[in-house]
């Protein structure tokens, strides 16, 4: 396991976020940003074209499909994909009710960096050993 790549997508839409998110977590060894998306529609747009990640960080408020319709999709169409939310809410209930809904993690958005990575360490683990 420990030599298999985490592949990621990032979704949220604001672009300075998304972009220095990646640049995040291209520093960490073991793992690859395969794309961006704005908003959940353009997630599943990349997952229909075959671009499957293992793991999407991805913002909980955007604009056409947010982050929680989002996840109930996900859930339907791609099991596999498991997804950290990220947020500036860290409302229990909210964050209780994500992982009733689908969600493997969740992430403040003021999480440092060694959080950020082990919360795609937690959630890829089930999704790495399948392969």
């Known amino acids: ?21 990646r640049a995040l977590i291209s ?10 998306a704005g908003d959940g529609q353009e997630l599943l747009e990349h997952l229909d074209q075959g671009t499957v990640p293992d793991v999407v960080l991805m913002d909980l408020q955007m ?5 929680l319709q989002t996840v109930r999709l996900l859930r339907a169409q791609y099991p596999r994909v498991r997804v950290v939310i990220i947020s ?18 969740y992430l403040l958005k003021n999480a ?5 990575r ?7 683990r089930p999704a790495l050993a399948a392969l």
């Open 1 to 21: 396991m420990s030599t298999q790549t985490i592949r990621l997508a990032v979704v949220d839409d604001h672009i300075l976020f998304r972009k220095g998110l």
């Open 27 to 36: 520093g960490f060894a073991g793992m690859e940003v395969l794309f961006e």
């Open 63 to 67: 604009p056409v499909l947010d982050g």
């Open 88 to 105: 500036m809410h860290d409302e229990p209930e909210l964050i209780d009710s994500l992982h009733t809904e689908g969600a493997h993690g």
């Open 112 to 116: 440092n960096p060694e959080e950020v």
């Open 118 to 124: 082990g919360a795609i360490m937690a959630a890829a």
